[in-house]
């Protein structure tokens, strides 16, 4: 027993640190995950630009694919958007936020618009959208837009819905009046194509 | 079994004398009497404890707080939807605990603890995990380039952050409550509950964001959808069985006091490393239909369980060993002192005993098995008694 006794002093050497270890190590790797990141993430550039007259491929389903063609000063917010799912753009004081969305079969433009009206509230309770107009891009896209209005915004919604039914692409935009014409002319270049052989 | 006493009924020891006497609340007295040798005045390990209570309070307060700010807005707008997966996942929730709970040999974890863990897993880790993955997933946009972060963020973040910081929540409650993490399958346990609140409320989350993918069209459908793909499909193989592996490797230190020799030292990070391996594999764009995501998830599944049979077998064969020395020093048949590693053994015991006399002997089994898993670890692993 007393050389059993001895031998777990050994084992386990004594000392009151022993609990102080662990939430040492616990610290260290909550500091690191969490602050270390965040720091890392604030010293790298949050946007980079848009080349202009660049053609970029938001959304890819089903054989069809949806592309914005940018002009000048444009940039993307790289660190919060997703490729193929969600972007934010930014240009002078506009904030562009984009999503591909993908509804059930067979729901209606107006279906869609009334989602997008809950959708926007998610983010800002205060958000409203008006009713809809039907817009046209210069591809034929057919599509529909309206505004955003909010306690701390106003701003312009767009929604546009991929022929063949299986995604469609919803914008909202916040900023000053002439950033948001700017809004305006980059939704107005909204395409869809078929996909090449192969895409998705 | 076979050789139990005919007469359990009798007192446990010839002379009559019974185990150590516990106060009423045995399970909380044995979470708090020190564990081992003595190791220096009570004071010295009360200050730890206390740190680590406070920084468990603190951080699942904070992580609930920061849940809510992500979720909130969401939940006000689609209400009857966050109902309705809240609903759903509180069933699989209740089961899984439940579930979770028994599967630890011997007896079951000790339930404040138990109920810590989830908590733990449904705030403090998450809370933690949303700031984390944020700033990773961003840093993997920007220096890979966004087609590389689209595709490899998720299996490029989630196991470098959420792996440790949920099996943090074991760690903090075993230095809280050392004797409830003895060993490897206490930390296993722990991890898996650990993982389970988190994996709720990562469904809830998912379920919500499909409803916003869908435009928020038919949102019900989609968090049905949601709960078929994230429960039905993916639930076997998911957080709760990469943290009870990871929690077992935490459970692995602690019994070693956390200063593991190197053989305990090596299995614990090869524990921990698998338990971010099998999250790599689970977010990893590899395997990408739908059967090769069943397959992904059971392959996650039966690693794990092969982890838990092993870790299962080693902690019953120490309490048997302790239960036959336990048996041996209070004059309790070997066989009938070994019977009780088990539930069904205990029952079996209990039901030769008259009906007026099962609480007490109940209460000695009780003091038993105790006394028998504190010993369980307190020294190397030898073969098992014939």
């Known amino acids: 027993m007393v050389q059993e006794s001895e031998r777990l002093r050994h084992a386990r050497p004594p000392g009151p640190r022993s609990g102080w270890f662990p939430l040492g190590i616990f610290a260290v790797v909550v500091a690191a995950l969490v602050g270390g990141w965040m720091v890392l993430d604030s010293a790298l550039p949050s946007t980079a630009p848009v080349a202009a007259g660049q053609s970029m491929i938001v959304a890819s389903r089903q054989g069809h694919e949806a592309k914005l063609t940018f002009d000048q000063d444009w940039d993307l917010h790289v660190g919060s958007s997703t490729q193929g799912q969600r972007y934010r753009f930014a240009k002078g004081t506009a904030d562009l936020e984009m999503n591909v969305l993908t ?97 998705s | 079994m076979s050789h139990a006493r005919p007469e359990p009924d009798a007192p446990f020891s010839a002379d009559g004398r019974v185990p150590s006497p516990r106060a ?49 807005g969401a939940v ?17 929730g209740v089961v899984g605990f439940l579930l979770l709970r028994r599967i630890r040999p011997v007896r079951e974890p000790d339930l404040v603890y138990s109920l810590s863990a989830l ?18 997933s ?12 689209s595709v490899w963020g998720a299996a490029s973040t989630a196991p470098l952050n ?19 993490v003895r060993g490897p399958i206490d930390g296993f346990i722990l991890g898996a509950l650990v993982g389970l609140g988190f994996q709720l409320v990562e469904d809830f989350t998912y379920s ?7 435009g928020g069209v038919d949102g019900m459908v989609a968090v049905v959808r949601s709960f078929f793909l994230r429960v039905g499909l993916t639930g076997l193989g998911s957080h709760w069985a990469m943290t009870a592996v990871a929690g077992a490797a935490v459970g692995l230190l602690a019994a070693a006091s956390w200063r593991p020799g190197p053989g305990r030292g090596t299995a614990a990070a090869l524990l921990f490393l698998l338990a971010m391996g099998m999250h790599w594999l689970f977010d990893a764009p590899l395997l990408g239909t739908v059967p090769g995501i069943v397959l992904k998830a059971l392959s996650i599944f039966l690693t794990t369980m092969i982890v838990y049979f092993l870790l299962r077998r080693a902690h019953r064969s120490r309490v048997r060993r302790a239960l036959a020395r336990e048996g041996e020093e ?55 008694p014939p």
């Open chain 2, 138 to 149: 961003s840093i993997w946009n920007k220096v890979g380039g966004l087609a590389f972060g």
């Open chain 2, 162 to 180: 959420e792996e440790p910081l949920k099996v943090l929540g074991v760690v903090l409650i075993a230095v809280m409550a050392p004797l409830v």
């Open chain 1, 103 to 199: 509804p059930p079969a067979r729901t209606s433009e107006l279906e869609l618009w009334e989602g997008l009206r809950k959708v926007v509230r998610v983010g800002d309770a205060s958000a409203n959208l008006t009713d809809p107009r039907s817009v046209t891009s210069e591809a034929g896209a057919d599509g529909l837009a309206g505004q955003l209005h909010s306690n701390r915004h106003t701003g312009i919604a767009a929604l546009f819905p991929a022929p063949n039914g299986e995604f469609a692409v919803g914008a909202t935009a916040t900023g000053d009046q002439a950033d948001l014409a700017e809004v305006e002319r980059l939704l107005r270049s909204i395409r869809f194509d078929r996909a090449p052989e192969g895409g």
């Open chain 2, 330 to 384: 209070l004059g309790v048949r070997r066989s009938a002192a070994m019977a009780l590693a088990s539930r069904g053994g205990r029952d079996r015991e209990l039901a030769r005993v008259a009906r007026p006399e099962r609480p007490a002997v109940r209460t000695r089994q009780e003091q038993m098995i105790d006394s028998a898993e504190d010993r369980a670890f307190d020294g190397p692993p030898r073969p098992d």
């Open chain 2, 208 to 214: 919500l964001n499909m409803i916003l993918m869908q």
């Open chain 2, 76 to 92: 006000l707008v689609f209400p009857g939807e966050a109902a309705l997966s809240i609903l759903l996942l509180a069933m699989v």
């Open chain 2, 119 to 136: 908590i733990w897993g449904m705030t403090g880790a998450v809370g933690l995990a949303l700031v984390a993955n944020g700033h990773l």
């Open chain 2, 24 to 72: 009423s609340d045995q399970e909380h007295e044995a979470i708090e009497r020190p564990t081992g040798p003595p190791w220096g005045p009570t004071r010295h390990r009360r200050a730890p404890r206390l740190a680590a209570a406070a920084l468990f309070g603190l951080l699942c307060v904070v992580g609930f707080v920061l849940m809510l700010n992500a979720l909130f």
